[in-house]
DNA sequence: TCGATATTCGAACGATCGTTCGAACCCATG
DNA sequence: CATGGGTTCGAACGATCGTTCGAATATCGA
């Protein structure tokens, strides 16, 4: 790589742990300055301003999270339906636990961008969401739609509040925080309908 | 109630809709006087500054939810701990539904506050997460603390992303999403333990 | 009606923000 | 060593922020 990607790539890392700690809006790009080791004006060298830096921090980890999410599920396209619903929990989870900061801009900071940026990144989101609700539709087909989509929105919950309460350090390593996710919405969602009250 | 305490009340509750909207940072002491029809000045007659205004917020909107839903348990002291989980559920979805703005600040602002105000709102949401926690012992009593725990802010993520997506007026009305997000944790959570893997 | 108290506000202050500009620096190539 | 483009930065700009202060206005009991 060259070194001026390294360099954005550093820089890009490090601008996101300051925002996960101390808000995309409350952080100065002196405070930027200060963290990265880069001089104030410096900065305007990698980035054109101080939005463009949250675009670009959320629209490259939120193309990781849709690419990885993609490809945990290619391996699994005859699996249960059930069986790939998990894949993408359990992907979902780990890399929220392994990129927390940049996870936590993008969860905390979803409508902080304007315009086309706004937008770009909306686009992508978007994606991820019908690929949930794709895999929601093969768990319970027989769920009404817009009780499907809820229970969309409302496993996403549970999965990106994690920026809020959850330390990688702590008790709970991400596998089993990912377990315990998926055993609650599947057993709570999938079986309800299929097992217990359906057929 | 005295003129002044209605007319604070009501700048508190415009207030927090304009923070819900754009955020407290980056709304500024001259938006919250366009919004509330008050003069730049004349809204320090009632609050001694920004930052004290977010924390009035918070303070009286914790107060009131965690008020409601020790009211809404107290008639079922003797009820099924699976009733009284959902009991807490349906008062904590409806009451968010109810006041969407202030939930809103209470959600995404929670680490805006500094010092002494921001340990007066982390003693209140603690005493609030206790009183979950309790609940959830007497659901799942053989569960490790360690995932009750986590279960306890697994529920509160369902619950409170719900002002990323939730809108009041669609086709979802707050006691069906309530019964929905009761029925898929406590459907996987309770349900998987006792009824299907436990005795 | 008068005077005291409660409430409102125009105008301004100092601080800090994001951004810009031109010069200085680094370093591979001739 | 000279040169040119890629990279860095000190210093400053205008804008906007939260807050303050003293005066102006409203309210109400005596």
Known sequence: ?????????????RAAKVFADQGYHSTTMRDLAAATGMSLAGMYYYVRGKEELLYRIQDRCFARVLAGA???LTGLADADALERLHAFIRHHVTFFAAHMAEMKVLSHEANSLTGERQRKVSAIKRRYVDLLEGLLKDVAPDEPAVDRSAAAYVLFGMMNWIYNWYDPAGEIDPERLAGLIARIFSGGFAEARSTVHGG
């Open 1 to 13: 790589m060259r070194p001026y990607d390294e360099r954005l790539d550093q820089f890009l890392s």
């Open 70 to 72: 993609e490809r945990a």
